[in-house]
């Protein structure tokens, strides 16, 4: 496979950005110790020889600074009494349209950041910083709409009661490098304008795009609301956790980190967890499927930002009546698409992030084929310096590496089926269960699949890919793929819980209450309305 070489744009050269501060308690820290120097895996002519691009560097901040960070969010939550989880619903607001304003001016920088840290083409970059603007202001909306719905008393059984959703503390935000921006601020921001205070560690591809937003966190929310660190997070989330001061653990990644930093936290029990983990998302194509939409589906599924998504079709079940037609359709449409630059018009594959992944998929390969598996499309596995090309793998079996592992990369696995009894029972049998593709039209076979689907996975999508989106739309998973659900609007019952004032129904009482309303002391009860 080519080296590809092309002339950067102007519009898309970017400066490198030695990023030295960071934020804790609501000032930019400068650092004059150790940094990290951040590659994109878009290598370019460097004195004759091709290598990763320097992008910039960061502080390699450690322990002192994990605990500082920690501190600060814990004493502007105060136990509760802070200024920010005590503040009126919305002044909170406020800050957050504050903070939206100020990022949408870096709409630019962020964007070819997205390109060059973690090589998505340039409409996907676009769009994860416009779908990430677009959830916050849906949150704002959405909250509304909650505390409107709070804003009143209920009465039963003599008793006076008056509910709304309080925070829970303090939250440890862990985003992924796949949408650094996007599900990383689905976490913090519902987190954020529900009263909880927050320590921030950016992905380690994708951290430089969050550096233009550090004064925008600093001049928009009160000291200590939000602290971002730099560095390794072994080396920083490790110190927080043994603290016990965080209350949430919110983690977009891979379930052994969950498992490890829930297991540093001293009091377990109270750590309250919102987890989106990892998933092997299967597609079922039934033998009546349209093969056209179902192969146009399927690459979108399988190979969007090369596959790495944990909403991506990680393994494809194809009737055995339809295989060889579909194999072969699939494997074509496969080697059409184009490799290339992230500026480049219509690229759907780019290079890879991670430096060590085209080797790791390879490893996937090789014990494919070694266990009789074959790569059915012409391209499949031909390399570069910083790719793969996705491999279809067919006939796979159990027995292989890349049916067990979630590869978040490109190469997909192909097995056939003759009763539909298989894929469910291998689904039933998986330590997975996010979401499935299913593709047929016979209503008969289709229904009793769907009630069956439902209670393996959470999102049965038919006809069409996986995905998360529309973000209005509840995305959690079943066993080992997720802990709470996130969305626009269960994303803040996520961080929050119920919480009220009850009174029994008597004059005493029902003064006080009258006179809190009146005065407008408490901006807990309250029924003054948000429009």
């Known amino acids: 496979m080519k080296k590809i070489t092309a002339e950067i744009p102007d519009q898309f050269k970017v400066t490198p950005i030695e990023q030295r501060t960071y934020l804790i308690d609501g000032k930019l820290h400068n650092w004059n110790g150790e940094t990290s120097d951040v590659f994109s895996s878009i290598h370019t002519e460097n004195d004759g020889e091709r290598t990763p691009t320097r992008l910039g560097s960061i502080p390699t901040l450690g322990e002192s600074e994990a605990i500082a960070a920690v501190d600060a969010a814990h004493k502007a939550y105060d136990r509760g009494q802070g200024l920010w989880p005590t503040m009126k619903v919305a002044d909170r607001i406020k800050c957050m349209e504050t903070f939206v304003t100020k990022m949408k001016e870096k709409r630019e920088l962020i964007v070819k950041l997205l390109m060059w840290e973690i090589c998505k083409n340039y409409p996907d970059s676009q769009k994860e910083f416009d779908r990430t603007v677009e959830y916050i202001l849906d949150t704002i909306e959405d909250y509304k709409n909650m505390d409107r719905e709070s804003a009143k008393f209920y009465k039963e059984g003599g008793i006076h009661a008056h509910i709304r959703r309080g925070p829970l503390g303090v939250v440890l935000c862990l985003g992924p490098y796949n949408y650094p921006l996007n599900e990383t601020f689905c976490l913090l921001i519902p987190a954020l304008i529900m009263g909880n205070t927050a320590v921030f560690k950016p992905a380690k591809h994708g951290v430089l795009l969050i550096t233009p937003l550090l004064e925008a966190f600093q001049e928009s929310f009160p000291a200590g609301v939000v ?28 379930s052994s980190s969950a498992n490890s930093l829930q297991a540093l936290h001293p009091k377990q029990n109270r750590l309250r967890l919102v987890l989106g983990l990892e998933a092997k998302n299967p597609a079922i194509i039934l033998p009546d499927a349209d093969l056209d939409l179902a192969v146009a589906e399927c690459i979108a599924g399988t190979l969007s930002f090369n596959g790495q998504r944990c909403t991506a079709l990680k393994v494809i079940y194809v009737h055995e009546n339809i295989a060889e037609t579909f194999n072969r359709k699939y494997a074509e449409a496969v080697d059409a698409l184009k490799f290339g630059l992230p500026w480049e018009d219509d690229v759907k594959l780019t290079p890879l992030p991670e430096p060590s992944k085209p080797d790791y998929i390879q490893q996937l390969i090789d014990d494919a084929k070694e266990k009789g598996a074959k790569i059915i499309n012409a391209k499949g596995g031909e390399r570069s310096e910083n790719f793969i090309w996705p ?10 590496e890349v049916y067990k592992e979630e590869q978040f990369g490109p190469v997909v696995p192909v097995l056939t089926f003759k009763h539909i ?62 802990v709470s659900t996130l969305s626009v609007h269960d994303a803040l019952r996520s961080f929050s819980i119920r919480t009220f004032v009850a009174s029994k129904d008597n004059a005493y009482n029902n003064a006080i209450l009258n006179e809190l309303l009146d005065t407008k002391k408490s901006n807990f009860v309250s029924t003054d309305y948000l429009l």
């Open 421 to 482: 009894d298989e894929p469910l029972d291998d689904m039933a049998e998986s330590n997975y269960g996010q979401q499935v593709s299913l593709f047929g039209k016979d209503v008969k076979a289709l229904a009793p699949l769907i009630d069956t689907l439902v209670n393996l996975v959470c999102r049965v999508n038919l006809n069409s890919s996986c995905q998360r989106g529309p973000d209005v739309y509840p995305f959690t998973g079943r066993k080992d793929s997720a």
């Open 391 to 400: 491999a279809v793998l067919f006939p796979v079996t159990k027995e292989m």
């Open 227 to 254: 602290n971002i660190l730099f560095g390794r997070g072994r080396a920083v989330a490790t110190p927080i956790m043994k603290t016990g001061k965080v209350d949430v653990l919110a983690l977009i990644g891979h």
